[in-house]
């Protein structure tokens, strides 16, 4: 059974970075051939995709936070991270990580529980 689980501070200043790590369990990052994902919901509207790190460490991000976000992996943690770097009030939300079979960001097969992110004006 895989487990993900998302960590990091719940309230970030706005300007400043937003750091997460997701901690794998029960399956290793670099098995061929999964996509390992962050998606929020921010308050009242619908799930957003934020980018991938697949198998082999390569980054995919959604063109309208590329700019702004990296993700990265430590395969002897068995863990991968999400900055997102000046962030404002509207990057509040939950943000999830999880597990795909495919680059389709909303077939996942495994979720965290959820982190939410508050950030302060």
């Known amino acids: 059974q895989v487990q993900l689980q998302e960590s990091g501070p719940g309230l970030v200043k706005s300007s400043q970075t937003l750091s997460l790590t997701c901690t794998v369990s029960?399956?290793?990052?670099?098995?061929?051939?999964?996509?390992w994902r962050w998606i929020r919901q921010p308050p009242g509207k619908g799930l957003e995709w934020i980018g991938d790190?697949?198998?082999?460490?390569?980054?995919y991000y959604s063109p309208s936070l590329k700019s702004r976000t990296s993700i990265l992996r430590d395969t002897s943690k068995n863990q991968f991270t999400l900055q997102l770097n000046s962030v404002t009030p509207e990057d509040t939300g939950l943000y999830y990580c999880?597990?795909?079979?495919?680059?389709?960001?909303?077939?996942?097969?495994?979720w965290g529980q959820g982190t939410q992110v508050t950030v302060s004006s």
């Open positions: 999880a597990r795909g079979r495919s680059t389709t960001w909303n077939a996942n097969d495994y």
């Open positions: 790190i697949d198998y082999s460490g390569n980054a």
């Open positions: 029960g399956g290793s990052i670099a098995t061929p051939a999964y996509y």
